[in-house]
Each structure stands twice: as C-alpha cells, then as structure tokens.
C-alpha cells in the first residue's frame, strides 16, 4: 500500500504564491509517475501538472507559464511551485502516484490540500 500526502495549501492574495508539496511511501519513488490534479466546487477534477519518472512534465493550458512542478527522489516529494495565482486557481488540490507494472496500473491519491486565491 503507498500513502500518498499533500501539504502547503493555503490562503493567498491574487498575484501570491504557494508551494505544495506530496510525499509517497515506499522505496521506488524514482519509477512513479506524479501529478498534481485540481478541483473546485461544483467542477471535475482536472489535472494540472504531471511528471513522469524520467522527468518529463506535462501542464494545463491555464497554468503554463505560471507553475512548475518537480520532484526530489531523495525525499520522496513532488513539489507544485504556483505563482502569479489568480482566483480561479482556488481548489481542493489533490497528487497521484501512478505507475504500471506487468500490465496493471496502479493509482494512489492524497487526501488533498486547499488553495484559496482571494482577489
């Protein structure tokens, strides 16, 4: 079983920044792909950032440019770095280790972490 744990949400000003980060149990971190996903009231989870084991990242459109996530496979940690934060970036923000292995995926989630943007 691997515990999946976000931390660094929080109440910010638009403009502000915040830096999440997501730890994930067990001893092969450095094979897990990690992403960050999102979701407001009323809104589907969407998926914000990911990164694959190898280090490729993927973003969303709507924050290109403006976040950046990485990972520290010495700490089993993926960090989210949110800047220039607008309102509509507040939600419930939500990581997952996935990986597959011998043709079954796996997907762990957090429990999630909140971000507020007021403006």
């Known amino acids: 079983q691997v515990q999946v744990m976000e931390s660094g949400g929080g109440l910010v000003q638009a403009g502000g920044s915040l830096r999440l980060s997501c730890t994930a149990s067990?001893?092969?971190?450095?094979?897990?792909?990690m992403a960050w996903y999102r979701q407001a009231p009323g809104k589907q989870r969407e998926l914000v950032a990911a990164?694959?084991?190898?280090?490729?990242?993927n973003y969303a459109d709507s924050v290109k440019g403006r976040f950046t996530i990485s990972r520290d496979n010495a700490k089993n940690t993926v960090y989210l770095q949110m800047n220039s934060l607008k309102p509509e970036d507040t939600a419930a923000y939500y990581c997952?280790?996935?990986?597959?292995?011998?043709?079954?995926?796996?997907?762990?989630w957090g429990q999630g972490t909140q971000v507020t943007v007021s403006s």
């Open positions: 067990g001893r092969t971190f450095s094979g897990r792909n």
């Open positions: 990164i694959t084991s190898g280090g490729s990242t």
């Open positions: 997952n280790a996935n990986w597959a292995l011998f043709g079954r995926e796996y997907v762990y």
